[in-house]
Structure formats: C-alpha cells, structure tokens
C-alpha cells in the first residue's frame, strides 16, 4: 500500500526558511513528486516538481528562485526548501505522487496525481 506522509511544517517570519519533507513507501525512477499548496479560500496550486529518473526539477514562477526540490533516492523522500518566505506563502503543502510516468510536466496539476499525503501547515508572519 503506497504511503506519502509529509513534515516539517511550522511557523516563520517573512524572510526565513523552511524544509518540508515527503516520505514516500515506494519512489523509483518512473515516479513524478509534486508539491502542492493550497491556502483557505484558493484553489490548490502546483509549487514544484522532480522526476525520479534524472532528479530533473520544475518550479510555478511564484516560487522560482527561493524554493528548491531535491530527492534523497535511497530514503525514497522528496524535501522542498524554502527560502526568502513571504505571507502569502502561508498555505497547507501537500506532496502528490503519479507513478508509471515518463517524467513530469512542467508545469503540474492535481489532477495528473492519484496518491496525497495528509499535508503539513507552513505560516509565514510579517
């Protein structure tokens, strides 16, 4: 049974950083890793993206340059770093899982995914 449970969300000032990891049951080389975002009263966005086979990332441009993906392949985990935070960063983040793939669109979807974890709460003050 497939199991993605993330963590490392908290609550940060403007301007700091934050990790979040995913712990993913299975993760290969045919696996696309999304991180979603959604804050109350907005639809859930796609933040960033890495393909299993090549480690080849995507990111929305609203996160570009501040937000890195990387994957540690043996612990079959994901992590999402999060620089120069901003309040509007302030959301659930949620890891999302679409196996058998060739690679990732650049630009993600929640409807391309058919496995979620339960999401971590990142708050960002000012």
């Known amino acids: 049974q497939l199991q993605l449970v993330e963590s490392g969300g908290g609550s940060v000032q403007a301007g700091g950083s934050l990790t979040i990891s995913c712990e993913a049951s299975?993760?290969?080389?045919?696996?696309?890793m999304g991180w979603f975002r959604q804050a109350p009263g907005k639809e859930r966005e796609g933040v960033a993206s890495?393909?299993?086979?090549?480690?080849?990332?995507n990111y929305a441009g609203s996160v570009k340059g501040r937000f890195t993906v990387s994957q540690d392949y043996a612990k079959n985990t994901v992590y999402l770093q999060m620089n120069n935070l901003k309040p509007e960063d302030t959301a659930m983040y949620s890891c999302?899982?679409?196996?058998?793939?060739?690679?990732?669109?650049?630009?993600?979807?929640?409807?391309?995914?058919?496995?979620w974890g339960q999401g971590t709460q990142v708050t960002v003050s000012s």
């Open positions: 999302a899982a679409r196996f058998n793939t060739v690679g990732c669109l650049p630009s993600i979807h929640p409807s391309d995914f058919g496995s």
């Open positions: 299975k993760y290969n080389d045919r696996t696309c």
């Open positions: 890495i393909y299993g086979g090549g480690g080849i990332t």
